[in-house]
Nanobody, 124 residues
Framework: DVQLQASGGGLVQPGGSLRLSCAVS??????????IAWFRQAPGKARVAISS????????YYAESVKGRFTISKDNAKNTVDLQMNSLKPEDTAVYYC???????????????WGQGTQVTVSS
């Protein structure tokens, strides 16, 4: 049974940094085919994918809104995927979710394993 647990959200001032972590269980990072993504949902808006990483080559994706500020990484030994968020802006305020698929070719709408959200608030 695949399970994901997101953590690391909080309140931060504009320009600050936060690091989100997604702990994954139910498959093996250095053996299985998978992709893990971070999504976010701001109040009154749809949930959108902002970053992802795949299993085999660690290919990454970043939405334009976070490119150059956020960095996704995975730790095969710990089965975790982190999202380092720098230069945070008020518009980054959202609930952040990690999600997984056991097919690294999946489109974002096909991700079928989800963790609970973690709130990120960027405000002075």
């Amino acid at each position: 049974d695949v399970q994901l647990q997101a953590s690391g959200g909080g309140l931060v001032q504009p320009g600050g940094s936060l690091r989100l972590s997604c702990a994954v269980s139910g498959f093996t990072f250095d053996e299985d085919d998978y992709a893990i993504a971070w999504f976010r949902q701001a109040p009154g808006k749809a949930r959108v994918a902002i970053s992802s990483i795949t299993s085999l080559f660690g290919n990454t994706y970043y939405a334009e809104s976070v490119k150059g500020r956020f960095t996704i990484s995975k730790d095969n030994a710990k089965n975790t995927v982190d999202l380092q968020m720098n230069s945070l802006k008020p518009e980054d305020t959202a609930v952040y979710y990690c999600a997984a698929t056991l097919d690294s070719d999946s489109a974002f709408e096909e991700y079928n394993h989800w963790g609970q959200g973690t709130q990120v608030t960027v405000s002075s």
